[in-house]
């Protein structure tokens, strides 16, 4: 199972960018997929899931800013960030939790991430 992530850069405050990433690999289906992002000197914190059942929960701080979204046909999310601050810079990482998926003659439950891309909001 992989995730490939695009999207990110640099942005002015108060600017929008729109990050995307796709599960690929032999996946019978994914719990949650959803975002996550590690600024310089601090813990990889939840942005944004969306839930099998099709839920969407968000970090507070972005709450009314960013707007997770998910294919599951597609095994794709993408996330929109509006507003964006500069306490927004971060990598982003996208994540595809209990992933069921074929090793052999087994089925197993992974967890994915995405490499990680860039945000970075100037003020």
């Known amino acids: 199972v992989q995730l490939q992530a695009s999207g990110g850069g640099l942005v002015q405050a108060g600017g929008s960018l729109r990050l995307s990433c796709a599960a690929s690999?032999?996946?019978?289906?994914?719990?949650?997929m959803g975002w996550y992002r590690q600024a310089p000197g601090k813990e990889r914190e939840l942005v944004a899931v969306v839930t099998s059942g099709g839920d969407s929960n968000y970090a507070d701080s972005v709450k009314g800013r960013f707007t997770i979204s998910r294919d599951f046909a597609k095994n794709t999310v993408t996330l929109q960030m509006n507003s964006l601050k500069p306490e927004d810079t971060a990598v982003y990482y996208c994540?595809?939790?209990?992933?069921?998926?074929?090793?052999?003659?087994?089925?197993?439950?992974?967890?994915?991430w995405g490499q990680g891309t860039l945000v970075t909001v100037s003020s």
């Open positions: 690999g032999n996946i019978f289906g994914i719990r949650g």
């Open positions: 994540n595809a939790e209990k992933v069921l998926t074929s090793r052999g003659l087994c089925l197993i439950e992974v967890d994915s």
